[in-house]
């Protein structure tokens, strides 16, 4: 089956600082990928919808700028948490689209946990 | 805006015991996805039925939609121990995005 990888899986960091998390698909492409965030014992809330080579589209309430997405391969999009505080941690989960064939089925990386100090 | 509500919430049960879980929602869909997540990982994907579907098996899953309901179940049958997962079911409206459920926190009993 898809794989998709994100880097890195964990990370802590001090208030203020940006962190980038990439997401991959190693063995196909995916002209779209998507960003979920998850709290604890909570549901995957959907962030933004990133298509390559084209601007991000971001869910009511999520805010472009502090959550910069990239997705400039095929392969590769990445998201930027800037400046960020104790309230963005979180998990977050990045998934994959095929773009060929029958596109319904997600495939999801095994999320990235960040702890903000 | 999560759409799918999945019932129960927890459900602890034996092993070899058969597991029920429901999801509805709200909206008109293409399909429905059901999920699993172990502990701290991401989501696996375990089947998908289409609107115009009824029933889907596969291996001890089972899966039944009522679009004139608008809800969905999730049967495993003969659990075991590696089923203790949070489950979720994930619904597509046709914009390329997801809606997930709550989740159902499955415990399988030794």
């Known amino acids: 089956g898809a794989v998709v990888s994100q880097h890195p899986s964990r990370v802590i960091c001090k208030s203020g600082t940006s962190v980038k998390i990439e997401c991959r698909s190693l063995?196909?492409?995916?002209?779209?990928m998507f960003w979920y965030r998850q709290f604890p014992k909570q549901s995957l809330m959907l962030m933004a919808t990133s298509n390559e080579g084209s601007k991000a589209t971001y869910e009511q309430g999520v805010e472009k700028d502090k959550f910069l997405i990239n997705h400039a391969s095929l392969t590769l999009s990445t998201l930027t948490v800037t400046s960020a505080h104790p309230e963005d941690s979180s998990f977050y989960i990045c998934s994959a689209r095929t773009s060929g064939g029958y596109q319904e089925t997600q495939y999801f990386g095994p999320g990235t946990r960040l702890l903000v100090l | 805006s999560q759409q799918g509500e999945e019932d129960p919430q927890a459900l602890s049960i034996q092993e070899g015991e058969n597991a029920t879980m429901n999801c509805s929602y709200k909206t008109s869909i293409n399909n429905l996805q059901w999920y699993r997540q172990n502990s701290g990982r991401g989501l696996v994907h375990l089947i998908l039925i289409r609107s115009n579907e009824r029933e889907k098996h596969s291996g001890r899953l089972r899966v039944t939609l009522d679009t004139s309901k608008k809800s969905s179940s999730l049967l495993i049958t003969a659990s075991r121990a590696a089923d203790t997962a949070s489950y979720f079911c994930a619904t597509d409206g046709g914009a390329q995005k997801l809606v997930f459920g709550q989740g159902t926190r499955l415990t399988i009993n030794p």
């Open positions: 063995d196909f492409q995916a002209t779209t």
